[in-house]
Nanobody, 123 residues
């Protein structure tokens, strides 16, 4: 079993930045691909970014150049640096882990999910 705990969300003005963290426990973190997804009110959950066990990254087009995913295997933590935030980035951000090594933008490929952290961007 894997436990994922997100933190770092909050209220920020448009153009601002946040760093989201996801602490993982319960299995070998370094061999797991990790992802971030988000869900806005009334919308389906959507892919944001993913990172493989060898640090290959994948991003949604809507966040390329603004968001950066990274991982620290020594701390069992994955990060999402979110810059140049827009009101449309407002959502609950979820961390996810999959048993496979490769990163994926498909939510059903992930086996474990955190509870989410709220990001609200004011205009």
């Amino acid at each position: 079993q894997v436990q994922l705990v997100e933190s770092g969300g909050g209220l920020v003005q448009a153009g601002g930045s946040l760093r989201l963290s996801c602490a993982a426990s319960g299995r070998t973190f370094s061999s797991s691909a990790m992802g971030w997804f988000r869900q806005a009110p009334g919308k389906e959950r959507e892919f944001v970014a993913a990172i493989s066990w060898i640090d290959t990254t994948l991003y949604a087009d809507s966040v390329k150049g603004r968001f950066t995913i990274s991982r620290d295997n020594a701390k069992n933590t994955v990060y999402l640096q979110v810059n140049s935030l827009k009101p449309e980035d407002t959502a609950v951000y979820y961390c996810a882990a999959r048993r496979g090594y490769g990163s994926s933008g498909v939510a059903t490929m992930y086996d474990y999910w955190g509870q989410g952290t709220q990001v609200t961007v004011s205009s």
